[in-house]
């Protein structure tokens, strides 16, 4: 729901004006068939959306996630690794991904989910929720920061001691997560879809890929909510034409 109230039937029309609002200030929940329509274009000025990163998933794939999930259409520019050279001087910070909103260029993959969970009801009910799935996705990174550790060690003899150090710290991370989504109704906060499980999902395969082997194989309450998010319809349409890539 949009709008929680507590009022009589009598406030019913009211409720239906600010819900004809909402939908006119926040274009990002708008359809897709009706945003991308000519006559609308013209009337109303859509912004511009562009996402760069590698031709991969990996900390691109819950900004993919979320613009799929909020049906704004945008341009998927994906460069081969050799052209990185080139296209770093023009980031914000030398890194990736990127997003451009009318041309004005944003970097660092968290604040740019959150940024867009927030144009689509997936930041919480309140700055409560909003503070419980800042810290989950925060989690979600650490166990990220710690497979990443080993996976890109050259040294062989650091390379082994990062991993157990791995083996050791990401079942603590996931025994967590798996209990939270248990205590939450099968999502990670209060219930409901949030941008903390489209991100724990989209990134999902580029852990997978760093650690050899399915994290979550015994953690059923993250294989359920996986499921979830994966049959979420905007989901399923961007999984069924995105390009093919393994991590």
């Known amino acids: 729901m949009l709008f929680k109230f507590r009022a009589s039937l009598s406030s019913y029309g009211s409720f239906l004006r600010l819900k ?48 799929s999930y909020a049906e704004i ?25 990127v997003l451009e909103v009318d041309g004005k260029k944003v970097a660092q993959s968290s604040a740019i989910s959150r940024y867009l969970a927030k144009q689509c009801g997936l930041a919480g009910k309140d700055d409560w929720e909003a503070l419980l799935i800042d810290a989950t996705v925060d989690t979600i990174h650490d ?14 003899t650091y390379k082994a001691t990062k991993r157990k150090v791995a083996d050791e710290v990401v079942p603590f991370y996931l025994e967590r997560l798996d209990a939270q989504v248990k205590d939450n109704g099968g999502y990670f906060v209060g219930g409901a879809l949030s941008w903390a499980d489209l991100t724990f999902v989209a990134i999902l395969d580029y852990l ?23 049959n979420v319809p905007a989901i399923k349409s961007w999984i069924s034409k995105r390009p093919e890539s393994e991590l």
């Open 73 to 97: 259409p945008f341009e998927d520019d994906r460069f081969d690794r050799e052209d990185w050279p080139k296209i770093k001087p023009t980031t914000p910070y030398g890194q990736v991904p």
């Open 208 to 230: 997978n890929f760093m650690n050899s082997s399915d994290l979550i194989e015994k953690y059923e309450n993250l294989k359920q909510l996986k499921e979830k998010v994966l």
């Open 143 to 156: 166990v990220r920061a710690k497979l990443a550790a080993f996976h890109y060690e050259e040294d062989e």
């Open 20 to 67: 004809a609002l909402y939908w006119f200030i926040n274009p990002a929940r708008l359809s897709l068939s009706l945003a991308s329509t000519p006559s609308f274009q013209k009337k109303f000025k859509m912004p511009s959306y562009k996402l760069t990163y590698f031709p991969v998933k990996a900390l691109g794939e819950p900004i993919r996630f979320l613009l």
